[in-house]
């Protein structure tokens, strides 16, 4: 299993950025994919997340900014993300859940990860 995320960079606030995860290795449309994030000194936290079928989960924190979605031919899970803010400056990581009774976006789900991309967002 492998998954790789790109995308991340540098951006002023207010600016867009689209991240993707290349997956490989299992069935991709058997799994939820979800991104999460960890700045420094914070906890990991959840994102937004896409099941299989392709139901949605956000974090009250990014909801009506970014946008999950997935391509089921290339394998690939996408986060825009619009309206960026100080505040969402961390490393995003993409990952794989393999657990279902922890919440959706409860990084305990998932022992699956991407490396990560950075995201920097200036105010």
């Known amino acids: 299993v492998q998954l790789q995320a790109s995308g991340g960079g540098l951006v002023q606030s207010g600016g867009s950025l689209r991240l993707s995860c290349e997956t490989s290795?299992?069935?991709?449309?058997?799994?939820?994919i979800a991104w999460f994030r960890q700045a420094p000194g914070k906890e990991r936290e959840g994102v937004a997340g896409i099941r299989g079928f392709g139901a949605t989960f956000y974090s009250e924190s990014v909801e009506g900014r970014f946008t999950i979605s997935k391509d089921n031919e290339k394998r690939t899970v996408y986060l825009q993300m619009d309206n960026l803010r100080p505040e969402d400056t961390a490393i995003y990581y993409c990952?794989?859940?393999?657990?279902?009774?922890?919440?959706?976006?409860?990084?305990?789900?998932?022992?699956?990860w991407g490396q990560g991309t950075l995201v920097t967002v200036s105010s």
């Open positions: 990952a794989r859940r393999v657990r279902n009774y922890p919440p959706m976006l409860n990084p305990q789900g998932y022992d699956d």
């Open positions: 290795g299992f069935i991709f449309v058997n799994y939820a």
